[in-house]
C-alpha cells in the first residue's frame, strides 16, 4: 500500500490527527523500499522510530493498532511501566521481543491453516465416518468370505454415511471421541513466572508426561470442530511457522510502547537508592531498541529491523527528559492535537464503527430502533467537549461515558419496551445529562 492509501484506510477509523497518520504510513511504506534494495544495502537501513506526543484519548493507540492490522505485521501493544531493571522483580524489557515472536507465530499459524483447511476437511470426514461405521472384529483365518462381505458392506454404509454427512443431516447425532488431556497447563508456567523463560518447557513437559485420552460424548457439529483444530494442527509443520514467524517479526515487527513519558526522570541520587523503574528501563531499552540478539523459546531474534513507535501524553515531562542515547533512537516526533467540538461530531458519526452505530446495532438485536438525530448528536458532541474543558480531558474516552449514560435506560428497559422506537435528539440528551453536566463537582465523578 502507498502511504495515501494507509491513510485513506486510517481515515475509515480515526478522526483528524493527519500528521501522525503520515508519519507511519511513511515508515511502513519504507519497509517495502527497504526489501527492494540489494541485500548489502537492506542490512544497513534502519528503521526511523516515531514518538507520538499527545493527551488521552485523542488516537494514538488507534492509529498504531490499525496500522498493524493493515499491514499483516506482527504487533503488541504494551506499557511501559511493566518493566523493570533487570534483576529487580517485575518484567524485563527483552521480554517485549519475546512477546512478539509469540505474536509471529500465532499470525503465521493463521495463515497457515487457511492453507491446509481443504486438506484438513477430507481427513475429518474420514476420522468422523470412522466414528459412525467402526471398522468390523476381526474374522477368524476359516472365514474369508465372511470378512470380504463385512468390508463390502461396511463400505457402502460409509457411502450412505458420507452423502447424509455432506447433506449436513447428522448434525446433532451423538458420537464417542477420544480427546487428548494435556497434564501440564500452560497456567502453571505462568503462576510461576516462567513464561518469558527461553526454554520451551510446556513441549518438555508434553514429551515426557504420559498422554490420557478422555472419552467424551459430543454431536457430530461438535465433533467436527474438535477434529479439524487437531487435523490441521498436524498438518502444520512447527519448523516452518517458527521460521517465517522469525523472518516475519525481524522485518515486519511493530512494537506499541505506550506510557513512554512515566519512565522519564532525572538520574537517581541523593540516597534515594537505585531507580529500577526510570532511568534502569530507558537503559535496558536502548539495545532492544538499537539493536540486538534476544533468545526466545523459538530461536534467536534480531531486533535491528523493528519498528518501535513509543507514545505518551508528557504532561509532567518531556522528550528531552529522555536518555540522550534514547532519544537518537526515536528520530520521528509527531505532537497530536486535542479534540475539538467538531471532531467529536466526526468521531460519533463518520468512522466505520462510530459509537452511534455500535449502540443502535446492539440494541436492535432486542428489536428496539434507536435512532440518533442531527441536533441529538451535535448535544453529544457539545457535552463531551464542555465536560472535558471544565472537568479532565479524557479525549474521545468522554463519548463512552457519555453515551453509555443517555442510553442506559433505554439498554436496561430494552426487552421490555411497548414502543420499540426512540430518538436520541438534542432534548432527549439534555434530559439524561442536564442535571448532571449542570452540578459540576457530580459531573467529575460520573461523567
Known sequence: MTPRQIVGELDKYIVGQAAAKKAVAVAIRNRWRRQQLPPDLRTNVTPKNIILIGPTGVGKTEIARRLAQLVGAPFIKIEATKFTEVGYVGRD?????RDLTEAGIGLVKQEMRVEVVEKAKDK????LLDLLVPPPKPSGPWEPDQEREDEEKRKRTREKFRAKLEAGELEDRQVELSVEQR???VQIFSNMGMENMDVDLQSMFDRIMPKGNQPRQLTIREARKVLTELETDALI??????????????????????????????????????????????????PVVEGTTVNTKHGAVKTDHILFIAAGAFHASKPADLMPELQGRFPIRVELTDLTRDDFLRVLTEPKHALTKQYAELLRTEGVELEFTRDGIEALADTAFEVNRTAQNIGARRLHTILEKVVEEVSYDGPDLAEKRVVVDAKYVKAKLGPIVEREDLSKFIL
Request: proline share 5%.
Open 93 to 97: 524489557v527483552e521480554s517485549i521481543v
Open 124 to 127: 475429518v470426514t474420514d476420522r
Open 183 to 185: 497434564h501440564v497447563p
Open 237 to 286: 509443520d512447527r519448523a516452518t511457522v517458527t521460521e517465517r514467524a522469525i523472518d516475519r517479526v525481524e522485518n515486519h515487527g511493530i512494537v506499541f510502547l505506550d506510557e513512554i513519558d512515566k519512565v522519564c526522570g532525572p538520574e537517581s541520587g541523593g540516597g534515594r537508592g537505585p531507580d529500577v523503574s526510570r532511568q534502569g528501563v530507558q537503559r535496558d531499552l536502548l
